[in-house]
């Protein structure tokens, strides 16, 4: 009796848990794109980093959104990856 469960599910739950994450959605603010072919390689470019589940920039709203998990990957590293394009994160919402 109890709310003890046994440790097969134990185990099972916990790898769910690492595996599956959590999901964390962050707007970048970007400046320097200019055209959609811009918005295209920041998307292709964060899209290929293992944590990110999907990416997309709009160069209209120098913006990208970008859904990930914080487990696998620091907003540090999208930052990183989208400024090593040659274009300016300059901030979040
Ligand atoms: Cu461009």
């Known amino acids: 009796m109890g709310k003890e469960i ?7 739950l916990l790898e ?9 959605k962050t707007k970048f603010q970007v400046s320097g794109m200019s055209c959609n072919g811009c918005s295209t390689s920041i998307g ?9 589940e ?6 209209q709203k120098g913006s990208a959104d970008v859904s ?4 696998a990957i620091t907003k540090e590293k999208i930052i ?3 400024e ?7 901030g979040e919402s």
Do not use: H, P, W
């Open 84 to 90: 090593n394009l040659g274009y300016k994160v300059e």
């Open 68 to 71: 990930y998990d914080e487990k």
């Open 54 to 59: 999907k990416a997309e920039a709009d160069f």
């Open 44 to 52: 292709r470019a964060l899209s290929r980093l293992d944590g990110i």
């Open 6 to 12: 046994c440790i097969i599910c134990k185990q099972f």
């Open 16 to 24: 769910g848990e690492i595996k599956m994450g959590k999901t964390t």
């Open 80 to 82: 990183e990856t989208i």
